[in-house]
């Protein structure tokens, strides 16, 4: 049974940092895509970044260069590093499987400004 778990959320105030886990069983993360999703109040559920099974990565736009997505496949879990985070970030991260189409249950990021 696949299971995603995030963790890291928070409350920071604009220009702060944070960085989001999703801790990974059932399945390894180092065989497939993974990503991260965002969803703000009242919004649809957004793609925020990705990672191949290769290590390759890919970013939204609005967020190239102050999000990185990174894998520790030891930990079997994949990171999302925010920094210069902003008002606008603020929402619900998902965790997910591309693979199989799993999902994590989310974890509250609020930026204050």
């Known amino acids: 049974q696949v299971q995603l778990v995030e963790s890291g959320g928070g409350l920071v105030q604009a220009g702060g940092s944070l960085r989001l886990s999703c801790v990974a069983s059932?399945?390894?993360?180092?065989?497939?895509?993974m990503a991260w999703y965002r969803q703000a109040p009242g919004q649809q559920r957004d793609w925020v970044a990705t990672?191949?099974?290769?290590?390759?990565?890919n970013c939204a736009d609005s967020m190239k260069g102050r999000f990185t997505i990174s894998r520790d496949n030891a930990k079997n879990t994949v990171y999302l590093q925010m920094i210069s985070l902003k008002p606008e970030d603020t929402g619900v991260y998902y965790c997910?499987?591309?693979?199989?189409?799993?999902w994590g249950q989310g974890t509250q990021v609020t930026v204050s400004s």
């Open positions: 997910r499987s591309i693979f199989g189409n799993y």
């Open positions: 059932g399945m390894s993360i180092s065989r497939y895509p």
């Open positions: 990672i191949t099974s290769g290590g390759s990565t």
